[in-house]
């Protein structure tokens, strides 16, 4: 969570006492840029740490962003989504129909083998890491990685965001006062 310092409120009151509704303007504009920032900067950091494909992670993930007003100056960031199949983070081998062992690597540099499984391309063109569920050929299911979600609530990255978040909004919130004291912004 991200709280604006009292210091930071008082002096954007101060300086923008004379302006109808200034403090509120400036404060939800710093607010809004950090909640971008926070957007931009969750999937980088994900990146960072985890073995995962970008396509992988922005195809699988929805992103809700409630913006800050002047009249509510509270303003998040959702990630949701489905998970991620584990074909999408680093395995070898690549092809189906080769007879080695899968090994799967959720995060950067790892990787481990997965016992009973085998890489297979669907009917519909899909292709993945299967296990046999019973010791007949079928049923298969597939092995799964993580959400998004899940990765961005990795305690590192959490950490990272939002102090990187405190950073923008207590910069921008300087740059909002002085933008609007010289008479913009509507």
């Known amino acids: 969570m991200i709280e604006i310092n009292a210091d930071l409120i008082d002096r ?3 300086l923008l006492a004379g302006i109808p509704k200034g403090a509120e303007r400036a404060l939800s504009n710093a607010i809004n840029r950090g909640l971008s920032h926070t957007k931009t900067q969750a999937f980088k950091k994900v990146k960072e740490v985890y073995a995962v494909k970008q396509s992988a992670l922005t195809e699988a993930t929805t992103t809700r962003v409630q913006k800050a007003s002047t009249g509510n100056l509270v303003g998040h960031v959702e990630f949701s989504g489905v998970k991620i199949p584990l074909y999408k ?3 070898t081998p690549k092809e ?3 007879k080695k062992r899968v090994r799967a690597g959720v995060l950067k540099g790892g990787g481990t083998a ?3 499984a085998f890489i297979a391309k669907m009917s519909n063109g899909h ?3 299967f296990e046999r569920v019973t010791s007949r050929r079928f049923p298969i299911e597939e ?3 993580l959400s998004a979600a899940q990765m961005i609530k990795n ?3 959490m950490e990272q965001l939002e102090g990187e978040a405190q950073e923008k909004i ?3 919130l300087e740059h909002e006062i002085n933008r609007i004291l010289n008479g913009y912004g509507g």
Do not use: D, L
Request: zero cysteines; a negative charge; glycine letters at 12%.
């Open 155 to 157: 305690e590192n990255i």
């Open 170 to 172: 207590n910069e921008r």
């Open 96 to 98: 189906p129909g080769k």
């Open 127 to 129: 292709t993945g890491i």
């Open 143 to 145: 092995k799964m990685g």
């Open 89 to 91: 983070f680093q395995v």
């Open 12 to 14: 954007a009151e101060t």
């Open 114 to 116: 997965v016992e009973h």
